[in-house]
């Protein structure tokens, strides 16, 4: 289970899937109803910014050993 603090600090999400788009990182969240939704966790001056996060994200989640991880995206 990975759970996000996003970038401005104000939402604490279980996240079910992260992706980059563009300069922007979403979340998508599914809930029990199978309502599907997403939400931006963080916004960086690049793509590549963007990239770079994500992949911290992964590193964080395959370095976990427990079953939950969390990850507070950085402000820059």
Do not use: C, H
């Amino acid at each position: 289970m990975l759970w996000i603090s996003t970038q401005d600090k104000k939402s604490l999400i279980n996240i079910k899937e992260v992706t980059v788009n563009g300069k922007k990182i979403k979340g998508f969240v599914s809930s029990s109803t199978l309502d599907e939704w997403s939400k931006d966790l963080g916004k960086y001056e690049s793509n590549e910014r963007a990239l770079e996060i994500l992949n911290e994200i992964f590193t964080k989640m395959s370095e976990s050993k427990g079953v939950f991880v969390t990850f507070v995206m950085p402000e820059k």
